[in-house]
């Protein structure tokens, strides 16, 4: 529940919309966030109180125990309780031990190691077991989800849970190079991805805008190439350090050859045309790219590789390798003598030589490459792992060919797109004609956070809630895909994700506040709440060009990818058609005359308040799609046609409606024409 | 305004109470704060266009420059203008140029430099001059400050302004050793800082819970004494060039002899009493100190203040040297032996000796001393400053033996008093007997935020927005004193200060949120809205004993420092008293039967998040004090005499109402009893 609507009008809409659900699995009634392999749920619980203390036995190094500590931290800023026992120290048994944590032997960070546990509930005792720690840390997690309160107190629900991912590779890319993210932003992100099980950090370091890595051996890399906005290396040492506590493995990528505007404006000898280059600051896919056919660029990624592979210890190192122009080596003598002397008969294959020289370079730091789709190339190695991009077509061409994949098309949440569709989006779908032996080589998929559009108050609310339903694709038996439960269980899980600090939620109205020159929100809110951002690239392409210094702090920053209110009505609508039931329709007539009713209130503010001027469109169009599907209703209510005079200007209405301004969109459009359509009125 | 209200009562509020207000001076109509020295207000402006321009004239370096960038990006996030200027280059005129930036020379980071300006707005061009860029700095923050917007679009106000400030040294002091604050959460304590004019950071590195820098002379401080949590050389050296470029100087607390518990865990043999030590997890004063006796002792300081001189430029180093009890010196036969030896009569004495060395090795790292008012002594060297945290005469005390000195006493903001006391708190008032010369050693102040009951979910709602009125009262003349005012221009800038990206708004309906376990919050918020965390520190003596891994997680966490509500309900039964008006009267009818119906709603939540029980008596008494002023106003209304049976229930409704619960107490309880005095019906 959120604090959109009154308790009761939230109570009514949840008694009408229930029966639309899918009938909830019994697993489900806890919410959990992934969805667990099995679990058995018992009628007793466990009381909590604040003697309440914890204990690791078996083989176990500090991480795990650190993790118990934090784990009562947390317990104890939920409930209140002030929770006696400091920290879980090694091999001591605390008198009060109730939660009892058993691990066979710490895990080690690599793709497959062992995640399961069991977790198991009783009256006086809970006991977390796994063979790693990595697999308790995960049923910590799950544990943290049960909590429960009652008149009685807090409580955690009698149950047995056997878990286990589907998926050894559950990861999160961020973009550091568009806009730069502090460490902060970061470790809490690294923080929800734990809550939601997720094992790898994609750390996307370089790009045409900017290098975010201090080199010692090629200090002119953050000294020229960043802007001064860059991770030492101590930093990063930390941040693989904390990750690696969360049993989070990080991944670095240096993007290249191409998108490498950053690179080459510090080392413009390794250009494939003439310097002197500069940091990009618009967004698209730029000309700079190294040049494969000279020996002093394999030197220089052998010293820049050297140096990076030394800081993360992970066996995957990423160097992108996606969108390659090619222009500049089209234009580069040079570049086309060597090809046609070396026989190499376009700029793909080309390409593929100096992956192959890059993968020299990295089997001997014993690191394996990981690349987009593009460096994948019959000459390739197999030890390459392909970040698929263009689809999980490509990616299970990818597998019948002996590589290991991973996917993130379909996964790209900077795009704007609702939960469900990343939610649907299988790296093995039913579809797929692969053999059992082939499926192993896809390993799983990640998220990816492009940062163009975003800056750090904005990019939480991008990359969270929705990829937390990545994570359960990821983590969950593939069978687990009822969309409605999956989005009461989210809401859910986007309240539990700000305990880490997540700005996800709490900027939303931070931004409004400005957007209003701390006026009242409140009509601003009631539009905001039912837009959203243009989908997919279609905000690169409506009369504003955005750079990296443009201001990201408009109505559509603000509003969220995918609005719930819109979510909400859409529903109801649907239920209304269904049913005809009063109280439904007394609900969408309150939505509809509040948002009505909204523009003169609206145009106060714009007075003041010159940045929302440009929704007065939409609020205009709003009134007329709001009587549009009021008079819908009344028609429908009392069994009347309307007249061709009213539905050509309900049509217009509806398509006014549709058309984006300010880069946003209503998303309550389709359920307004839905009503038309129902009716026949409209085909 | 805030959204607590629909703008229509809001503005009725503010029509009633303005003519409460003392009349308005003219300079403060833009609400500026701190207010500036002089201001010449004209009619035109200056209108606001992406190609807006800035350009830097005079001897300058890269500071300014890069405070005039940030200056074009904070003003494009607030206005959505896509500015078109990215970067204000050195020796280059932007042909669009209309900001013109003006500095004779770069300041230096010393207490005294200028750091006056002036400004100009014009229509056409507007013009920061400044002796120093610290001074341009100031004059940048001051001209955002003046944006506005209307139906035209955003503007500058003709203006012209002539400013300086009356005090040197206005600083924060955070303590980061209670609890430990992350360098993005110090950083945009900076930015706010400097939004309001402070210039020092004082850093309160190390106490007995804790030593949070890195040392690598002496490695087991940070290995044995921090917990694994502290600021490595480099973070700090960056932090110190975070705040330098912000014209804010850094000076570091090492708080010595006491407060040492995690000084002698990592280095026992230093002690006055026989280790091991730990670090400690309870608030309070403790016994382990340093041994003054032993050379060692001082070779330590020698090599560690060596150390730390290093990574702190500035020229003032504090040593602490507050609250040292005293009692393993009166236990240690050597160091009473070692008193005897050398005349020494008492431990205040002793302490003199001990500080007398460390200004010897700080003098020789050519650094000056800063303490707390127990350095003072008449055998101190006259180059120590006495930070003052026992009161005003203290100051004046010192100022007359010739001591520099800054107050503290009467700005403690964790404390959690109102602005309006801390901001009548004058660190050179009226009453104080000095002559000018003497007044010149008192050199400004310092709010102090101590960490004990804060964390950084926390923290900054307790610094912000009050540490801004301390801001003003040591920039602004000190004639400066309304109060009405400075609510008025206060809750302007509490709004302004979140794009710094503080948490000291967005926070408190996220804490709701977890209070609630995510229902709707509106109950709790009625409540939290009134209640105020207990003052002073009787949060200590109300039944928990707070630790440093207790939750700071409660309702007394939420609620603010100072309830914005409940001063306005005051406000308006004092303007009832005086007035009788109607509308007044059903504004606070409406507040009064809200309140009294809230009960029911919040005992909802309860039953789902036990966490919140704890307020229930608080609950109940707010139902019956509610009663007791709506039945007052009806008697008043009505002209009607009270009953004595109604008299003694009211009595006993006020009185149960001053109680604290859950370490809350409500902060209108005052005026319900006022309704009920001005009537002589109670005394």
Known sequence: MTPKYPATIILLVLLILTSAFTVQAQENKFNLMPVPSEIKIGKGHFLLDSTFAACVTGTADPRIHNAASRFLRRLANRTGLFIQQDFVI???????????????????LIVGEDESYTLKIEDDEIIVSAVTDLGAMHGLETLLQLLKGDSEGYFFPEVEIKDAPRFPWRGLMIDVSRHFFPLDLIR???????????????????????????????????ELGSDGIYYTQEEIKAL???????GIRVIPEFDVPGHSSAFLTAYPEFASAPGPYKIERRWGIFDPTFDPTIEKTYEFFDRFFGEMTSLFPDEYFHIGGDENNGRQWDNNKNIQKFMKDNNIKDNHELQAYFNKRLVDIL?????????????LNPDMPKNILIQSWRGIKSLAESARHGYQGILSNGY?????????????????PDSLNLSAEEKKFILGGEATSWAELVTLETVESRIWPRTAVIAERLWSPAYVRDVDDMYKRLERMSFLLEEHGLLHQKNYE????????????KALKTIADILEPVKIYNRHFQGKVHVQHSPYTRTVDAARPES?????????????????????LDILRGMLIKWESNHAELVKLMEVSPIIKELEPHSLNLVKLSRTALDALDLMTSNRLPSNEWLEQSKLAI?????????????????????????????
């Open 90 to 108: 090694p091999r001591e048994k605390n008198k009060h031990s109730v939660l009892f944590i058993q691990v066979e032997r710490p895990g080690r």
């Open 510 to 521: 931070m931004m409004l506040r400005r957007l209003t020159d701390n006026h009242d929100i």
């Open 564 to 584: 719930m209110t819109a979510r909400e009505f859409n529903l109801l609508v649907d239920k209304y058609i269904q049913t005809k039931d009063a109280p439904v």
């Open 188 to 222: 809490r992100n690294l923080d929800a991805m734990a809550a939601v099980k997720m094992n790898v950090f994609h750390w996307h370091l370089s790009d045409d805008q900017g290098i975010r890595v201090e080199s010692k051996v090629y200090p002119k890399l953050h």
């Open 412 to 428: 790209y949440i900077d795009l704007v797109q609702p939960a469900s569709f990343h939610y649907l989006n299988d790296p093995i």
């Open 363 to 375: 089997n001997k730091y014993n690191k394996k490459m990981v690349g987009w789709d593009e460096i």
């Open 655 to 683: 398509e006014n409606a549709k058309k984006p301004h300010g880069q946003t969109e209503f998303a309550i459009t389709g359920a307004v024409e839905k009503l038309l359509k129902h009716n026949g009125w409209i085909k």
């Open 240 to 246: 693989v350090k904390y990750a690696a506590d969360r």
